[in-house]
């Protein structure tokens, strides 16, 4: 075995890069200079408490990485960055910025100066915090605005951070990777007199922000106390917690934009999460009365959230079909977080005093009962409000259903609500996000266990050696299997060719926690959803064959529907499978730390029982290649389609290198691990094989593995293992996208056996348009075809170190598409004879003898390794490589 003599040291790096992954949980602290006294722009002190509006003690806001100020039509200004750069500290000065950002990333109500707070950005390559001097310490609002704009050296896209205060956590590990809807952040947190707002970019990666909001919280909005659901207790100390604003809607009514709001918040239409529409009603009210002696001022919320409600309708009610009903409101939340809800009233409706009595439920608990606003509020059209916290324990299926009904009792069955702001409470590690607290350390279940593997080296490097002794014995037992043994992507395939309605729900699967489940070790940022095995054997109809799309070498793959609806992917490890325990918890913790948009997403997992299972995204339209040859009745996709999931598969791969925690190199790229959703974006898959890159070496020496056809010659010769062999098997995707062929076809003649030689003496001949798809050929405008071949052929370059990044590749696809979209908006698309000539070919048109093939005969090593692996039967379509 070829590989064998290098095992000790293999063992070594991999246990060293094991423990660089836990020294990276427990980040380190970073306690950066705060620029004391930095001068406040826009303050000036309130001269006092009117009603209707509200001077903050201390607001600052930026506009980050603009060199101008930005004046909003509410009256705001907000300051260019650089200007106060006295409070901003960062390594280097980097700025972005566009001319305008799509307006589909708006809704339609956001008001046009808004929108250019996006414009700019500034990026923080390192550590980076902005330092603020608050004169009057207590509950300020933070306010984040982010959105990925476009800059030369950084893909905002990729960029993966953390947002954090001195004692808060806000955002962890958090990224903005669809360019398509603008992020805003909102959050009451307490300040202190010398307050920080600090951006952690992940390793290799960068952090970035369009605009920031600090600005004071008048004290009466937010109390210390709320009551509990369901009705019952009082509980105190909310002003320990931080809270971040998740939903904040004006029953009945518009959106209020910053404007008409003297708290500059926005409040959104209820419509969206009205669960019974037909059975509501808006009403309006003329006037609000807030009463000082109540504890209300206009500053809660505006006269618009009062005036406005939604009511019972009167039809509805009338008509004896539904004589009794609810109002009832959903949202989706995490369901890890506790919530502080806020309820809005006015009655608005009532003709005199003592006519109206309904119920407030939460999540179908009774948070009040037959509440009597004329009692509470004590006049009519006056406003009144009350605040619930929703334990997280209450939260299942991570929504948060909102309900109000009438009494039994009641005379007219009637009940309304005029407002309602949902807050996530930060949790026992401080944070909004996640269960890691400012200074790095994870809070969450199993945190001690954690600790004691962080402090024993040694225990992790027997893991390592234990993990690798698996692989490797494996790997000799079993070599005739190889072909066999399907990958991870295997499992994802739709075998009945059905259509799956999965939406995108991977942000609300993440951070799911079945509450009745006693289990514990469930959290968003920890090892993903746990699955109980009588939710899964539900979703499988208790494991039934019908439902098996895959079979691997651990065990079979099921598809799967969750109670809601989503389908699964389902990887069940067999009871006696090879697969150690290790491995298992090994690959969990792999998968978990990858979440992106081009990554088909890890959901889950289950151990109940000693069972083995692993749940992911299922992906409805299958591996790529089958969109491109070999499967019949699949309609052709266009260049377009084509250009758009190459440049999906190239985020991915982008993120992968660069983007997670430590680059990880994929180590088999290849058409069918590319896997496409419902709507054809790419999703890479397979992690199987993926190793972490050593961070010193640049490399990691291994056995070689991977697809032939696509694996990187330079790679074979050194066994040792870089991105740059990503990026060579890639390059093969690339040709094999445009040529719509296998990689390897052993039966044809000699020379066109492997697709990469193949397509490279076509580029060399300056004749690419010559072995393109025939189905899309007069397609593909000039400059298009152009740039994308030779993003392929610098891709297949003979040495790594001549290989474009995956990020200047991706830079050439978006390029590529570009071209062709401009192309095809200006001119029916051109017939062949327009299709460019390539100016290449300095080479003779010969092709080379394959250096990969000739290192094989050479060294028996290298051939003994590779040749375990080769899923063809003879030596001579070997050497196609
Ligand atoms: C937050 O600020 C309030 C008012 O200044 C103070 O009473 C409270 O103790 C603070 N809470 C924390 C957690 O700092
Ligand atoms: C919002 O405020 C502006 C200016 O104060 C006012 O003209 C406008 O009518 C208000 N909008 C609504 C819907 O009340
Ligand atoms: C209203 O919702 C609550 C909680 O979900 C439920 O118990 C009650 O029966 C509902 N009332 C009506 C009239 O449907
Ligand atoms: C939720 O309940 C748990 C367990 O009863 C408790 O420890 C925690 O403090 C509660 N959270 C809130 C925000 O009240
Ligand atoms: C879970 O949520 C989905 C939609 O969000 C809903 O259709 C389903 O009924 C919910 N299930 C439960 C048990 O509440």
Redesign the pocket.
């Known amino acids: 075995m070829g590989g064998d003599h290098h095992r000790p040291t293999r063992a070594l790096y991999v246990s060293s890069l094991l423990f660089c992954l836990v020294l990276l949980n427990l980040k380190r602290s970073i306690v950066l200079a705060n620029n004391e006294g930095a001068d406040s722009p826009a303050v000036s002190p309130a001269p006092s408490s009117s009603p209707t509006s509200f001077k903050p003690s201390d607001s600052y806001l930026l506009n980050c990485g603009s060199k101008s100020e930005m004046k909003m039509d509410d009256g705001r200004t907000f300051k260019s960055d650089t200007e106060t750069s006295s409070y901003l500290s960062t390594s280097e000065d980097v700025q972005a910025s566009v001319a305008s950002i799509p307006e589909s990333a708006f809704s339609n109500s956001t008001p046009s100066t808004l929108k250019d707070l996006y414009t700019s950005a500034r990026i923080f390559p390192s550590d980076s915090t902005y330092s603020f001097f608050i004169s009057k310490p207590g509950k300020h609002w933070i306010r984040l605005y982010f959105y990925p704009i476009t800059h030369q050296k950084y893909d905002l896209k990729t960029a993966v951070f953390t947002v954090q205060t001195d004692k808060f956590v806000l955002l962890h590990d958090f990224s903005v990777d669809d360019e398509s809807k603008v992020v805003f952040k909102e959050y009451p947190v307490n300040a202190t007199q010398h307050f920080s707002l600090i951006f952690k970019p992940q390793k290799d990666s960068c952090a970035f922000v369009n605009a920031i909001e600090i600005a004071e919280i008048p004290d009466e909005l937010l109390s210390d106390s709320a009551s509990s659901v369901p009705q019952g207790n009082t ?1 105190n100390g909310l002003s320990n917690y931080a809270l971040e604003v998740s939903y904040r809607l004006n029953m009945g009514g518009p959106t209020i934009t910053p404007r008409n709001d003297t708290l500059s918040r926005t409040w959104a239409p209820d419509t969206p999460y009205n669960l019974f529409p037909e059975g509501t009603e808006a009403a309006k009210g003329t006037t609000v009365k807030y009463r000082p002696d109540h504890g209300m001022t206009r500053l809660v919320a505006p006269d618009m959230v009062y005036l406005t409600a939604d009511r019972m309708a009167s039809k509805a009610y009338q008509q004896t079909i539904a004589p009794n009903f609810n109002l009832s409101w959903a949202m989706n939340v995490d369901g890890t977080f ?1 919530y502080l809800i806020r309820m809005h009233f006015c009655d608005v409706v009532s003709k005199t005093l003592n006519e109206l009595y309904f119920n407030v439920y939460i999540n179908s608990l009774m948070a009040l009962s037959n509440l009597d606003l004329s009692e509470k509020a004590g006049e009519l059209n006056t406003a009144y409000y009350t605040d619930f ?1 929703l ?3 209450l939260i299942t299926n991570d929504s948060i259903t909102v309900q109000v009904g009438p009494t039994t009792n009641a005379g007219l069955p009637n009940a309304i609500l005029n407002g309602l702001e949902v807050m996530k ?1 930060s949790n026992l590690a401080d944070s909004l996000d996640g269960l890691y607290a400012v200074d790095g350390s994870y809070k969450g279940p199993g945190a001690s266990k954690l600790k004691i593997v962080a402090i024993s080296g040694l225990a992790l490097a027997f893991v390592a050696m234990l993990f690798l002794g698996v692989v490797c014995v494996r790997w000799k037992k079993r070599p005739q299997d190889w072909q066999k043994k399907k990958s991870f992507s295997s499992w994802l395939l739709p075998i009945h060719g059905s259509k799956s309605n999965f939406s995108s729900r991977k942000s609300s699967l993440f951070g799911s926690r079945k509450s009745k489940s006693g289990y514990s070790s469930v959290y968003s940022n920890g090892l993903g959803r746990f699955f109980n095995l009588s939710e899964l054997q539900n979703a499988t109809q208790n494991f039934d064959e019908k439902t098996v799309i895959g079979v691997g070498g651990f065990g079979k793959v099921f598809i799967g529907t969750l109670d809601d609806g989503t389908k699964v992917a389902i990887k069940r490890g067999n009871h006696g499978s090879e697969q150690g325990v290790n491995e298992f918890e090994t690959e969990i913790q792999m998968l978990s730390k990858l979440r992106h948009r081009h990554l088909v997403s890890f959901i889950g997992f289950c151990d109940e029982d000693s069972e083995m299972i692993l749940v992911y995204e299922y992906m409805a339209n299958g591996p790529f290649r089958d969109h491109l040859y070999g499967s019949a009745n699949k309609p052709t996709l266009t260049w377009q389609q084509r250009l758009e999931i190459c440049i999906g598969a190239a985020r991915g791969l982008h993120y992968l290198h660069t983007g997670a925690a430590q680059g990880i190199i994929h180590r088999d790229v290849k058409t069918t691990n590319i896997l496409l959703d419902e709507n054809f974006v790419a999703k890479v898959s397979d992690f199987g094989l993926s190793k972490a890159a050593a961070m010193d070496q640049g490399h990691v020496s291994t056995a070689v593995k991977g697809s032939f056809g696509y694996l990187d010659p330079e790679y074979f010769r050194r066994q040792q293992l870089t991105e740059k062999s990503d990026v060579y098997s890639f390059g093969v995707v690339l040709f094999e996208v445009l040529c719509a062929r296998a990689v390897i076809c052993p039966g044809l003649p000699r020379d066109q056996v492997s697709l990469a030689d193949w397509a490279m003496q076509w580029h060399k001949k300056g004749m690419i348009e010559k072995i393109v798809d025939p189905k899309i050929a007069g397609t593909i405008c000039e400059g298009s075809l152009k740039k994308f071949a030779e993003a392929a052929e610098k891709c297949l370059a003979e040495y790594g170190v001549d290989r474009p990044s995956m990020g200047d590749v991706l830079w050439n696809l978006e390029y590529s598409l570009q071209l062709q979209v401009a192309s095809s908006q200006t001119d029916r698309p051109e017939d062949k004879s327009n299709i460019m000539v390539l100016e290449k070919g300095s080479e003779s048109g010969e092709a080379k003898s394959n250096p990969a093939v000739a290192v094989a005969a050479e060294s028996d090593d290298s051939n003994v390794t590779v040749g375990s692996q080769v899923p063809f039967p003879n030596a001579a379509s070997i050497s196609g490589r």
């Open positions: 509980l506790s916290v334990n997280a324990s409470m």
